[in-house]
């Protein structure tokens, strides 16, 4: 039978069961099976995660730091995460199915963003103002705001944590992050650096488990000063509803559906390279993921005889092996959905050039082949759709002109790619 690892949330400094005692199941996406349980935390759990914050905010140990003594944690805690690197990011390939050559260096190379961050911490400055009146003095000093709500997915979550509670701690936050329900482990171990390297208690809080209560309570929770968050559309708009209690100052980032160009004048190969990097990379799950492609049309029937072949080449499998190219998708949700898709696009003319099905071998895994559809036309349900798997829809057109209304032509805005040898043109493009 397989080792089944528990977890607990760190909340105020020590590590706890959810009130209830509930748990949910975390899968390892490779094989299909369990291999831990998070806490399901309740509205209470927030609560107690939120007023530690705030209890250390203003009153605890970490309110009376100066900044240079904060600065000092951060730099320990990116020493830490360097020489941790291979643990988390092997924690982070199992539960998520990512590339473990690809969470590793993420866990070692944001150690420098905490580097980062510390150095700045006793640099935040504020401002002499000049007034009309002789007799007074005006200035604006900088100061933390308080308890932040970071909210993070399953993907990139070590590096959207270091860009979110980073500058948060050196400024003197304090921070609830709430991990993704979809894979919560390696946000649990990354907690245990913060202990490890002396952050006082309450400063740092995770907590685990859904949308409602978790995030719902934590989002509009009355001490919450800012929120954070990354992820989908339709959690956006909750939480921005959520934030009409506690009027919380709220940044979203909210995925993409990222065109790629590729003009007549440019570099083939180095074209080719970059649209499978950019789609089949981690997956396509990745919300800079290039999942738009626009080729200009006088090379686009020779572009996508050489982009299908190489795409059928590209080597599935396990995440923690080298060799392996592509792993596993996240959730099994995810794939049902890039399936439905897919259908839908076939059924409105689309063309199939590789892939389209879960491929064969992989026993309970949540594989999903590398898959190309040339599309005829921008309305296709496809090509505006998220689908945060190994598709790439393919369109064709005639001018610069024609392409850039494409490209713009979607409610996202994250990401793009531009193939062209002309430098002029790729400015005006961008």
């Known amino acids: 039978m397989t080792h089944v690892a528990k977890y607990q949330m760190f909340i105020g400094g020590k590590w706890v069961d959810a009130e209830d005692g509930r748990t949910f199941d975390s899968f390892n996406p490779t094989t299909g099976e369990v291999w831990a349980q998070i806490p399901s935390a309740t509205e209470a759990d927030v609560n107690r995660a939120v007023d530690s914050a705030y209890e250390a905010f203003s009153r605890g140990a970490w309110s009376r730091m100066t900044a240079t003594e904060r600065g000092k944690l951060l730099r320990r805690l990116g020493d830490r995460l360097a020489d941790e690197s291979e643990r988390l990011g092997r924690v982070e390939t199992i539960d998520t199915g990512k590339m473990f050559k690809e969470t590793r260096w993420q866990a070692r190379y944001i150690a420098d963003y905490f580097h980062y961050y510390a150095g700045l911490a006793d640099k935040i400055q504020g401002d002499t103002l000049p007034v009309d009146k002789p007799d007074m003095f005006a200035c604006t000093v900088r100061e933390p705001i308080g308890v932040v709500a970071a909210i993070v997915p399953w993907n990139s979550q070590l590096f959207l944590v270091a860009i979110k509670i980073g500058p948060a701690l050196a400024a003197g936050n304090t921070v609830v992050l709430k991990a993704s329900e979809h894979a919560s482990a390696a946000m649990l171990e990354f907690a245990k650096l913060f202990e490890q390297v002396g952050f006082p208690e309450g400063v740092v809080n995770v907590v685990t488990g859904t949308g409602d209560p978790c995030g719902r309570v934590l989002t509009s929770h009355p001490k919450v000063a800012r929120i954070s968050f990354t992820g989908g559309v339709p959690a956006a708009r909750q939480i921005v509803h959520n934030s009409a209690n506690n009027l919380a100052e709220v940044s979203l980032e909210l995925g993409g559906k990222s065109p790629v160009m590729v003009f007549d004048d440019a570099d083939l190969e180095s074209a080719t390279n970059g649209v499978l990097t950019g789609i089949f990379g981690a997956s396509g799950q990745s919300c800079v993921a290039g ?140």
């Open 291 to 430: 999942s738009r492609l626009y080729l200009q049309e006088s090379i686009a029937d020779a572009f996508l005889e050489k982009l299908a072949a190489r795409a059928k080449t590209i080597l599935i499998g396990d995440p923690l092996v080298e060799a392996t190219q592509m792993g596993p998708l996240a959730t099994l949700a995810q794939i049902s959905r890039i399936e439905a898709n897919v259908e839908k696009a076939l059924e409105q003319g689309g063309r199939l050039l590789s892939g389209g099905r879960r491929p064969d071998g992989f026993g309970k895994g949540w594989f999903y082949e590398p898959t190309i559809i040339d599309c005829p036309r921008q309305d296709l349900q496809i090509v505006s759709t998220e689908l945060f798997g190994p598709v790439l829809s393919v369109l064709r057109f005639k001018t610069e002109e024609e392409v850039v209304g494409y490209a713009n032509d979607s409610e996202y805005g994250l990401a793009a790619g531009i193939f062209t040898r002309d430098s002029a043109r790729s400015l005006r493009v961008a």
